[in-house]
Nanobody
Framework: QVQLVESGGGLVQAGGSLRLSCAASGRTLSTYTMGWFRQAPGKEREFVAAISWSIGNINYADSVKGRFTISRDNAKNTVYLQMSSLKPEDTAVYYC?????????????????WGQGTQVTVSS
């Protein structure tokens, strides 16, 4: 199993930036794809971005393309989500998750390990 711990959330004004981190431990991550999801109050969890660990294939939700960047540091077993031009509608709890294989899929049901989440609040 792989354990995931998110950090970096907080309160930011609209137009600002935040960088989320997800530290992974427990097993080698070379065969995993890592994803970021978010869930706003009263809404379903939605896909944000994903990156395959070894190949670097990347996938973004349309709502964050051009504003968010997912990346990874293999040496640190950490995946990042750089968020820029933040909007109030980006307010949510952000989760990182891991799945087998190299396809950066958007389906949450494919991910088997989840972090505890980190709150991001964007004020207008």
């Amino acid at each position: 199993q792989v354990q995931l711990v998110e950090s970096g959330g907080g309160l930011v004004q609209a137009g600002g930036s935040l960088r989320l981190s997800c530290a992974a431990s427990g097993r080698t991550l070379s065969t995993y794809t890592m994803g970021w999801f978010r869930q706003a109050p009263g809404k379903e969890r939605e896909f944000v971005a994903a990156i395959s660990w070894s190949i670097g294939n990347i996938n973004y939700a349309d709502s964050v393309k051009g504003r968010f960047t997912i990346s990874r540091d293999n040496a640190k077993n950490t995946v990042y989500l750089q968020m820029s031009s933040l909007k109030p509608e980006d307010t949510a709890v952000y989760y990182c998750a891991a799945k087998w294989g190299g396809s950066p899929s958007s389906g949450s049901g494919l991910y088997f390990s989840w972090g505890q989440g980190t709150q991001v609040t964007v004020s207008s």
